[in-house]
């Protein structure tokens, strides 16, 4: 069987575990967790820079420190996975849910503005794929409405937009290093925090809402209790692991992106002939190769393309039922129609994408898809 997602490994992820396991320190904000941090403000332009153990985490720490509240309601793409809203959900806000575009799955920006009330308080984004949503539209609106921009930059690692890094351009921005993300740490996240109102609080957030992150680096004789937060740092163990990745990270994405290349070019005819639609990326945005995608012309299509792969061996699947109609948005608000959401919860198909997919498997993978449109 050739398998939907198979973990990477750059071959020193235990050894920096052992290092960091007789380092003394085991718990986090350590040297591995200083190192990654560093990476990724120096690399991408973040002004800060916290670990999670999950993109959930990054995005509960948003809505922490945006003071998100029953009062408040939280625009959010419905074609997103489920912690996209149930991080500010979960602080009391209305989620209002946003449609895609008609040929991608980002959301539609020119719909959000409708969308707008006196309650808003915030705009999350998500980039799809690693693609970006147009930044410029989102943060001039932002601007206008007075609203706080939330990238859920969870698969969009080492992406841009206009040349600047997906996760630089929002007030906050999350990232996951989930094992089926680009780069992993089994569970993992990043908080990357680009307006400066933020930072002090932010560490706080993160230690269990004290200044203890202050007191390490020897700012204050003594740390205490000052405000909310909770245990989100993920230990020096998970950022050792992701420092072996974070090493290899120009290795890992170029392998990506000739897998992803090799899938564009296989099936190009079946594009143009109109029969199922491949992925677009705008000019505005860089492609991260997180993920190739097929849009099939209807749910009957897709069902019998993923029972035909299966019959071969081939692990595709779907993803993202609609977050509006789902059982736990549905308990408190009525059912509305997103119809280009909808179009790809029923039409969208993944196929394998990983480090390392060879090029045989590649090939079979692309001739089974051609015959079953043959
Ligand atoms: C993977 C993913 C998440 C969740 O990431 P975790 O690290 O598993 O919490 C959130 N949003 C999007 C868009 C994702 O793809």
Same mark, same amino acid.
């Given at each position: 069987?050739?398998?939907?997602?198979?973990?990477?490994?750059?071959?020193?992820?235990?050894?920096?575990?052992?290092?960091?396991?007789?380092?003394?320190?085991?718990?986090?904000?350590?040297?591995?967790?200083?190192?990654?941090?560093?990476?990724?403000?120096?690399?991408?332009?973040?002004?800060?820079?916290?670990?999670?153990?999950?993109?959930?985490?990054?995005?509960?720490?948003?809505?922490?420190?945006?003071?998100?509240?029953?009062?408040?309601?939280?625009?959010?793409?419905?074609?997103?996975?489920?912690?996209?809203?149930?991080?500010?959900?979960?602080? =009391?806000?209305?989620?209002?849910?946003?449609?895609?575009?008609?040929?991608?799955?980002?959301?539609?920006?020119?719909?959000?503005?409708?969308?707008?009330?006196?309650?808003?308080?915030?705009?999350?984004?998500?980039?799809?794929? =690693?693609?970006?949503?147009?930044? +410029?539209?989102?943060?001039?609106?932002?601007?206008?409405?007075?609203?706080?921009?939330?990238?859920?930059?969870?698969?969009?690692?080492?992406?841009?937009?206009?040349?600047?890094?997906?996760?630089?351009?929002?007030?906050?921005?999350?990232?996951?290093?989930?094992?089926?993300?680009?780069?992993?740490? =089994?569970?993992?996240?990043?908080?990357?925090?680009? +307006?400066?109102?933020?930072?002090?609080?932010?560490?706080?957030?993160?230690?269990?809402?004290?200044?203890?992150?202050?007191?390490?680096?020897?700012?204050?004789?003594?740390?205490?209790?000052? +405000?909310?937060?909770?245990?989100?740092?993920?230990?020096?163990?998970?950022?050792?692991?992701?420092?072996?990745?974070?090493?290899?990270?120009?290795?890992?994405?170029?392998?990506?992106?000739?897998?992803?290349?090799?899938?564009?070019?296989?099936?190009?005819?079946?594009?143009?002939?109109?029969?199922?639609?491949?992925?677009?990326?705008?000019?505005?945005?860089?492609?991260?190769?997180?993920?190739?995608?097929?849009?099939? +012309?209807?749910?009957?299509?897709?069902?019998?393309?993923?029972?035909?792969?299966?019959?071969?061996?081939?692990?595709?699947?779907?993803?993202?039922?609609?977050?509006?109609?789902?059982?736990?948005?549905?308990?408190?608000?009525?059912?509305?129609?997103?119809?280009?959401?909808?179009?790809?919860?029923?039409?969208?198909?993944?196929?394998?994408?990983?480090?390392?997919?060879?090029?045989?498997?590649?090939?079979?993978?692309?001739?089974?898809?051609?015959?079953?449109?043959?």
């Amino acid at each position: 069987m050739i398998p939907f997602n198979k973990p990477f490994l750059t071959g020193k992820e235990t050894l920096y575990i052992e290092q960091a396991v007789h380092s003394g320190k085991i718990s986090g904000n350590g040297g591995f967790t200083q190192k990654c941090q560093s990476f990724f403000e120096e690399k991408y332009g973040f002004k800060k820079a916290l670990l999670t153990t999950s993109c959930t985490d990054a995005l509960e720490m948003c809505a922490l420190l945006i003071d998100c509240s029953y009062n408040d309601e939280i625009i959010v793409p419905s074609y997103t996975f489920v912690s996209s809203a149930l991080a500010f959900a979960r602080q =009391g806000a209305q989620i209002v849910f946003a449609d895609s575009e008609e040929f991608h799955p980002n959301v539609d920006v020119k719909k959000i503005e409708a969308l707008i009330t006196n309650r808003t308080k915030a705009i999350v984004v998500v980039h799809y794929a =690693g693609v970006a949503v147009d930044m +410029d539209e989102i943060m001039q609106l932002a601007q206008k409405f007075n609203l706080i921009v939330i990238e859920d930059a969870a698969q969009a690692i080492d992406s841009y937009y206009k040349g600047k890094a997906l996760g630089s351009i929002g007030h906050l921005a999350a990232f996951s290093f989930h094992e089926t993300k680009n780069i992993i740490a =089994g569970e993992g996240g990043l908080l990357a925090i680009n +307006d400066d109102k933020y930072i002090s609080r932010s560490e706080i957030i993160w230690e269990k809402g004290t200044n203890r992150a202050a007191h390490f680096r020897g700012e204050i004789d003594k740390y205490s209790w000052v +405000d909310t937060g909770s245990s989100f740092l993920p230990s020096e163990i998970t950022a050792a692991f992701l420092w072996a990745q974070l090493e290899n990270l120009e290795t890992i994405q170029n392998k990506r992106k000739a897998i992803w290349d090799y899938y564009f070019n296989g099936l190009k005819s079946l594009h143009e002939s109109g029969k199922l639609k491949l992925p677009q990326v705008p000019d505005y945005a860089s492609n991260n190769a997180h993920m190739f995608y097929l849009i099939c +012309d209807s749910l009957a299509t897709r069902s019998s393309l993923i029972e035909y792969l299966k019959e071969t061996n081939i692990h595709a699947v779907f993803h993202y039922l609609s977050l509006n109609k789902s059982e736990f948005f549905l308990k408190n608000n009525k059912e509305e129609s997103l119809p280009n959401a909808d179009h790809f919860t029923d039409t969208l198909v993944r196929l394998p994408l990983y480090f390392g997919l060879g090029i045989t498997e590649q090939k079979k993978i692309i001739k089974t898809i051609l015959d079953f449109y043959a």
